[in-house]
């Protein structure tokens, strides 16, 4: 009885978690879309929230690799993973501030942030993968 609970509980954690990526996503396509004219388009929006829904959810909560004393290494994935998390989080915590307080930043901010937002979801989305292939 325990095992169908504990597997139901970790299918709503990772819905959530791409709901929470899909949402970044959302305010990322809106900051940039809104400034960047050719990507203020519903196609852009729909992408940046799959590509957060994706990221979030193949790169958060990765499984860890075995700790061996004799053999401790750094584990690139948990270590790509975490990095990407931060660099898609930041960055859309950047464009929700953006956005709820009207600021209007110079365009090179706007490509970091998408460029940010891009290479942290792909960091998530290498990361999940590789872990997942070496169970």
């Known amino acids: 009885m325990r095992y169908p609970v ?3 509980a970790h299918i709503f954690e990772r819905v959530g ?3 929470a990526g899909a949402a970044c996503g959302l305010f990322i396509g809106a900051h940039v879309g ?3 004219p050719a990507l203020t388009t519903q196609g852009f929006l729909l992408l940046m929230m799959l590509l957060g829904g994706i ?8 499984p860890q690799m075995p700790f061996d004393d004799a053999h401790s290494q750094i584990d ?5 993973s975490a990095a990407g998390t931060l660099f898609a989080t930041l960055t859309a915590f950047v464009s929700v ?4 307080l009207r ?15 891009l290479a942290g979801v792909a960091m998530q989305i290498i990361a999940g993968a590789k872990a997942r ?3």
Do not use: Q
């Open 76 to 80: 690139a994935a948990e270590f790509m």
């Open 55 to 62: 990221g979030f959810y193949l790169g958060i909560d990765t």
């Open 17 to 19: 978690l791409a709901m």
């Open 103 to 117: 600021l209007d930043p110079h365009m090179a901010w706007t490509w970091l942030v998408f460029a940010g937002w």
């Open 97 to 100: 501030a953006v956005i709820v």
């Open 133 to 135: 292939m070496r169970k």
């Open 34 to 36: 809104s400034a960047i």
């Open 6 to 8: 504990r597997k139901a």
